[in-house]
């Protein structure tokens, strides 16, 4: 604060509406957590209003009352201690009056009526300190006791606050949109699940026979064609890299599965985009063979084609869409392009006897390392991720695709036209080497991710009015209470007269060491969630993996629809029970631990590298396809066979069996009637849902101390 006193009219006018209301652009400014409640004026909210402030590593409050007539009181600066605070509001008299508590950045504040209404506002640890984890809990109990009662100052705080619609007492809530395609048939296969149990046993056991037989193909093919050699190691690096991305994803809402079966996607397209670029250089009177058919006409296809997959999401699951965070746009570009990468290596490594002896290269393919088609594609989705999710933070994020387009671009061009024994013009060439010559592509993405990641979480904690907390106590509260601390300090030195543009560069450094801070302890206490699921067994591991994805989707959700009406998947009542259901696994039922940071950091090593992708990576869809098609024709008819087997099981094991499985039968049944149980077996242990095994059992050898992780 300045040296002269403030006035209590100043600090009300930063905060307030009125009296009793905060003032609605207050409220929006950095996604301010709100809940309303009822609450007697004693010493345990006095106490609650302390420790909240000790959350967010504050050492003073502002308090000062917001009728007219005390509006040129001074404000008065508290310390953090329950009886100087008790003794300051009994010095006002015997007569309740309407207060305001505020953090000196005005950040967070508490709104306390004469009557019992309170209100607190600001950040979700601020909150949470005041009225209890369940802050979507306080909100429809307040919201139910304010449509059943009969005070106006209740429903009027309901409707201001958002925990009941606008309008009158009886009026219907807005119909919410309709289901999705994909919401559709994931219900219907719920229903299946609860009504069909003998059939859903059946149906996964054949799914888990076909998988492990289509994996035994991949395996036995290259006995009786050597030239299939190629696909089992193509496939693995497939997987390998989707998952190093996916580990590193903490905040993604799509399922692996999702992924490999957008990578089969990918796959199937580069037919299709050979087809178009042959079609587009024909008519533009060029041969596919041409320098500008290699270079412009097939990576302009070619980096437009991969992005059709997020396109049929949007056709085929648009209220998914809505959920989506800003990770998930760079898993699922990534997954299009590693597709894409996997159906070229399949194919230049296949007919690789047409290779030139002379420099053991296929004609179209790259001289020199690329960072492939994954990577690529990956960072022109993370750039659409960050500007859809943060376009809250202006509209200057939309550089960032077009950005990420023309780099994706010039380091495609050039691959191509070194390969075409051609060369970019000079300020092309200049353009290209002043972004590192395509080396910094997988650096350039891993950075993308990172901020991919805060930006989710972030936007995640806005969204606590309507998400269930997760079991427990937020790990590692010293790092929160100090980044927050520290961003409080700072932010009130930065002037409030300097340029725009310099001030919103200064907060955002400010609010820096708060968002890693919420970062990385979320992370830290979804991990934990997992691994106490994980010690009571595959199934509750299982569920709670189901769980915290769905959390971050529907909080996505919540926070990117601005108040519009969205759809919910699963309801928020569905995932309310699901929350409660999985505390009480992990013995944490009716509370609100640290995880070992080594956790973390073995996840931030398993990264993608840059040059790991191996070399020869052909950069033109049309060669890959040319030089299948002359090996096709030359094959016999056992090759055929062989090969169309080897498709086969590449797209069955990216299609099925990659999912959390749902059924997890019990040991004891099993050696009891392991004949009996063999399909359960099967069908819960397809060749994708191997990891899923290994991680359930190594939870239930776990130390007893894990179930400490998260403190009530």
Known sequence: MEEQAMLARDLVLRVCAGPTEFAPQWLRARGKVTAPFVVARDRDLIRGLVEAGRALGVDRLLVCRTRAEYSYDPVTEVPLDTDTLIDLIRGWGPTPTDFLVCVEDFSAAVLVSASELTVAAGPVDFVREIVGPDIPGVRANFATRALDGNRPDLLRAAQHYNCVDPGARHARAPRSPGPDLAERLARRAERARGRNPGTVRFLRALRGTWGWAMLGVLLLAPLAVPALAAAPPALFLTYLLLFQLALLARSRTVSFATLL?????????????????????????????????????????????????????????????????????????????????????????????????????????????????????????????????????????????????????????????????????????????????????????????????????????????????????????????????????????????????????????????????????????????????????????????????????????????????????PSEEELADSARDLARRIGLAGTGGLLVAATALLALGSGPVPGAVPEGTPGYAVRAVELILGWLTAADTATLVWTALVGLAVLSLLTMGNAVPHAHPRMGEFLRAPTANTGAILGMLAPGQVGYAFLGLVGLILPARVNRLIRR
């Open 261 to 569: 079966r957008v990578a089969a996607l990918g796959a199937l397209l580069l037919w299709p985009l050979a087809l178009a670029s042959a079609l587009v250089s024909g008519a533009l009177g060029w041969d596919i063979d041409d320098v500008l058919s290699q270079t412009y006409v097939a990576v302009t296809v070619e980096e437009t084609g991969k992005l059709l997959p997020l396109l049929l999401l949007v056709l085929l699951a648009r209220r998914r869409v809505r959920r989506l965070s800003a990770v998930d746009f760079l898993l699922l570009a990534a997954a299009s392009g590693a597709g894409f990468q996997l159906a070229e290596r399949l194919f230049v490594g296949i007919s690789a006897p047409l290779a030139d002896p002379v420099t053991g290269l296929v004609s179209g393919a790259a001289p020199e390392p690329y960072a492939g088609h994954a990577v690529a594609t990956g960072l022109i989705g993370a750039a659409l991720g960050l500007a859809i999710v943060g376009r809250r933070y202006g509209g200057w994020l939309w550089l960032l695709p077009v950005l990420a387009t023309s780099l994706v671009f010039l380091d495609h061009l050039d691959v191509n036209a070194r390969a075409a024994g051609a060369r970019l013009d000079a300020f092309s060439t200049f353009v290209h080497t002043l972004f590192g010559g395509g080396s910094l592509t997988p650096w350039l993405l891993l950075l993308a991710l990172l901020f991919a990641v805060a930006m989710d979480y972030r936007v995640i904690a806005t969204a606590a009015e309507t998400t269930p907390p997760l079991p427990g106590r937020t790990p590692l509260p010293g790092l929160r209470r100090w980044a927050h601390g520290r961003s409080v300090a700072l932010r009130v030195r930065i002037p409030a007269d300097i340029a725009p543009t310099f001030r919103r560069i200064a907060l955002s450094w400010v609010n820096l060491p708060a968002t890693l801070a919420t970062t990385v302890t979320t992370i830290a206490h979804e991990l934990a969630t997992a691994t106490m699921a994980a010690k009571q067994g595959p199934g509750a591991l299982g569920d709670a993996l189901r769980f915290l994805r769905w959390r971050r989707a529907n909080a996505m959700g919540e926070a990117r629809s601005r108040g519009r009406n969205w759809r919910r998947y």
